[in-house]
């Protein structure tokens, strides 16, 4: 049974840092590509960031290129998102997902405000 576990979100004031953590199981992690989307209220779902399964590789939404980096532990099949000068726009649910799979976790609020 494919899980994802989102941790790390919370309140934070704009300019501020987050680190989002997923911890995945019931699949072979290293094999697949990793990302991480998020979703604000009143909009659909999007990509954030994606990475490859040797984390050599990655990309970014336009909106948080320069801010966000995405990174991940095939040992511990864990995928992070350093989130930094977080701006309100920023304000959302994130969840990350395997690529190849439908399965979503709960994930984990995050919110900018001052």
């Known amino acids: 049974q494919v899980q994802f576990v989102e941790s790390g979100g919370g309140l934070v004031q704009p300019g501020g840092t987050l680190r989002l953590s997923c911890a995945a199981s019931?699949?072979?992690?290293?094999?697949?590509?990793m990302s991480w989307y998020r979703q604000a209220p009143g909009k659909e779902r999007e990509l954030v960031a994606i990475i490859s399964e040797d984390g050599y590789n990655a990309n970014y939404a336009d909106s948080v290129k320069g801010r966000f980096t995405i990174s991940r532990d095939n040992a511990e099949s864990r995928l992070y998102l350093q989130m930094t000068n977080l701006k309100p726009e920023d304000t959302a649910v994130y969840y990350c997902k395997a690529n190849g799979f439908y399965d979503w976790g709960q994930g984990t609020q995050v919110t900018v405000s001052s």
């Open positions: 019931g699949f072979i992690f290293s094999r697949y590509y």
